[in-house]
Nanobody, 122 residues
């Protein structure tokens, strides 16, 4: 079993930055895709970005502002969010799938964290 624990959310003014962390505990996989998703009130969960050995991809809405990175020694994936906008307000989730691919739908992922709230004030 894999447990994902997110942290780093909070309240930030528009134009500000936050870095979210997602620490993985338990079973490890030789191949994995780590994804970030977000869900705003009344909306469906949407793709933010993912990373695997072959590359990293982002949703158009965050490209150039958000960056995903991994610290393998700490089993932690990060989401650096810059130039935040009020429309970035959502609960952010990390997810894991034990295979490689540019997976952009929530149903493709096997493991999920509990989510962390990000609120961007205007």
């Amino acid at each position: 079993q894999v447990q994902l624990v997110e942290s780093g959310g909070g309240l930030v003014p528009a134009g500000g930055s936050l870095r979210l962390s997602c620490a993985a505990f338990g079973r490890t996989f030789s191949t994995v895709t780590m994804g970030w998703f977000r869900q705003a009130p009344g909306k469906e969960r949407e793709f933010v970005g993912n990373t695997r050995w072959s590359g990293t991809d982002y949703a158009d809405s965050v490209k150039g502002r958000f960056t995903i990175s991994i610290d393998n020694a700490k089993n932690t994936v990060y989401l650096q969010m810059n130039s935040l906008k009020p429309e970035d307000t959502a609960v952010y989730y990390c997810a894991a799938r034990p295979s490689y691919g540019d997976f952009r739908v929530p149903s493709a992922y096997n493991y999920w964290g509990q989510g962390t709230q990000v609120t961007v004030s205007s």
